[in-house]
């Protein structure tokens, strides 16, 4: 016999559950070290955000700035209050379009490039050293996200239905994703502080001594021996 639920019900009831959601605050409401590491890491591309916007010349590049910041932004959020799959998702497209943002800053026409891994190709021929490095840790982490996006396992699948089961903290998903998230906004600041040194170096001195704080030793060591040998 056909059902006879009809959508104006279903609906409804859709809209009752919206009004009364609540947010899970369990991924916050510990003072865990690793999640007040991966806010730090998060916080920098912020920083970032602002100076890009003010510095890139070029919209395109400003474009794609913008919005790599913003999917990591969605990435951290989504994660924190339970959303893990879509989190892994935009934390995916963040990396492909900071991809994107680093070749249009090298002179790269990247808006022609549709294959992410022609991307990473690409990036591969004009950066060297620990930018190599780096982009190849950032193709890797890409990798491991398309297994959320193309659910290779159950272990990549988000196996939440229906909606009442959503918005739930997950201890184990959550320390999955804060890894995830982590990861992706230290990469990326890493290689922002490198690739936008200049930037960084006329920036306001409370905006270049968070970013300077954001990164190790090693990377700052790296940004000052880049100016003395220009």
Do not use: W
């Not at 272990?155 to 909606?163: A, G, H, I, R």
Request: glycine fraction near 4%.
């Amino acid at each position: 016999m056909a059902s006879k639920h009809r959508p104006e019900d279903g609906l409804k009831e859709l809209l009752q559950f919206i009004d009364s959601a609540k947010l899970d605050d369990g991924s916050l409401s510990l003072s865990d070290p690793k999640t007040k590491s991966m806010y730090k890491k998060f916080y920098a591309l912020l920083v970032f955000d602002h100076i890009l916007q003010e510095k890139l010349t070029i919209e395109d590049q400003k474009t794609y700035a913008r919005e790599a910041i913003s999917d990591l932004s969605h990435g951290f959020f989504l994660t924190c209050i339970g959303l893990y799959k879509p989190a892994r998702t935009s934390a995916r497209s963040g990396i492909e379009n900071l991809a994107r943002l680093f070749l249009l800053y090298r002179g790269v026409d990247a808006t022609k490039i549709t294959s992410v891994y022609e991307l990473f190709d690409s990036l591969n021929e004009i950066v060297s050293g620990e930018q190599l490095k780096r982009v190849g840790s950032l193709r890797s982490l890409y990798k491991e996200l398309c297994k959320t996006v193309h659910s290779t396992s159950a272990e990549y699948m988000n196996l939440e239905v229906p909606f009442n089961t959503m918005l739930r903290f997950d201890e184990d998903k959550f320390s999955l994703n804060r890894e995830v998230v982590y990861n992706a906004c230290k990469i990326a600041g890493d290689i922002m502080f490198i690739e936008f040194d200049s930037f960084i170096q006329v920036a306001h001195h409370s905006q270049r001594d968070l970013l300077s704080d954001g990164v190790s030793k090693t990377v700052r060591r790296e940004a000052r021996v880049g100016r003395e040998t220009e």
